[in-house]
């Protein structure tokens, strides 16, 4: 059960990757908040402290897209990919990349009205298992039953 | 070839071969024959793993010639876990923002 305000994390399958989020709103509005250039840059912000500098959509099946940001210390992030279908209000299709040497996920957006409310979820699959795991760090917890878990452990010694 | 660090870093980490030296290493530095042993595997195969782990930073080796034990290199990987953080992290803050842009956006709709 996915209560409203919480997103779930999970792994559907070995070369995916789950985010789940119910918003109190319905589908059209949902779809139309995570698809408009108008709306994004107003919530795809990420914590304090970061700005959208660069917000395009092209929204049909072949259209690219691409969301830049700007940190006050001046890091910088961008986030790419192309749309490959469109469904409105319930489904995308489309690529995502963080840029050269990153693996490049294919996301699908799902999005379901219930009672006036939305559950949204964004499934991404991945070349492989290995880049999925190495991009959620997940393979610290298996690596070939050598403990990761006392890795983990030293890791959070440091921070 | 992986164009930034943290690229470099996860590529290295892509391969569960790799991942398990690196876990063997959290116990302390090894030589490329006591990290051998568990894996059933060549010292050549191994020293293979350990050349790409080498260039992403992730480990060094000892200078003495015969043993050159190998040795952890915890920043790339904090580096990566703090990258795992920060990527739930932007997710979980955006979507705290949408909820309140979609209330803004009921409201005018009504």
Redesign the interface.
């Given at each position: 059960m996915t209560i409203?305000?919480a997103?779930t994390?999970t792994t559907p399958s070995e070369r995916e990757f789950a985010?789940t989020?119910v918003?109190?709103?319905p589908r059209e509005?949902?779809f139309?908040?995570l698809t408009s250039p108008e709306?994004v840059p107003?919530?795809?912000?990420?914590?304090?402290g970061?700005s959208m500098t660069v917000c395009e959509i092209d929204l049909r099946p072949g259209g690219a897209w691409r969301f830049a940001w700007r940190r006050d210390d001046g890091t910088e992030l961008e986030l790419s990919g192309e749309y490959r279908e469109i469904v409105p209000p319930e489904r995308i299709v489309q690529t995502e990349s963080w840029?050269?040497?990153?693996?490049e996920t294919l996301n699908t957006l799902a999005l379901i009205e219930e009672d006036g409310r939305t559950t949204m979820t964004q499934t991404m699959l991945y070349p492989?298992q290995?880049?999925r795991?190495?991009?959620?760090?997940t393979?610290?917890k298996?690596?070939?039953?050598?403990?990761?878990d006392?890795?983990?452990s030293?890791?959070e010694s440091?921070? | 070839?992986?164009?930034?660090p943290l690229?470099?870093t996860?590529?290295a980490?892509?391969?569960?071969?790799r991942?398990?030296i690196?876990?063997?290493l959290?116990?302390g530095a090894a030589t490329v024959k006591e990290l051998s042993e568990?894996?059933a595997m060549s010292g050549p195969a191994v020293s293979k793993h350990l050349r790409v782990l080498e260039r992403a930073g992730l480990i060094s080796r000892g200078r003495q010639a015969q043993w050159r034990p190998c040795r952890l290199e915890?920043r790339p990987?904090?580096e990566?876990?703090?990258w795992?953080e920060d990527y739930?992290?932007?997710?979980?803050?955006?979507?705290?923002?949408?909820?309140?842009?979609?209330?803004q956006?009921?409201e005018k709709?009504q």
């Open positions: 409203a305000g997103t994390y985010m989020r918003f109190d709103a509005l949902v139309a908040a709306h107003h919530w795809l912000l990420g914590p304090d970061w840029g050269a040497g990153w693996a492989s290995e880049a795991d190495a991009a959620l760090q393979g610290m298996d690596g070939a039953s050598m403990s990761f006392r890795l983990a030293y890791l440091l921070s | 070839m992986a164009s930034d690229s470099a996860f590529a980490l892509a391969d569960p071969t991942r398990a690196l876990a063997r959290t116990d568990p894996f915890a990987l904090k990566v876990a703090d795992a739930r992290r932007f997710w979980d803050a955006s979507y705290d923002r949408l909820d309140d842009y979609l209330q956006l009921k709709d």
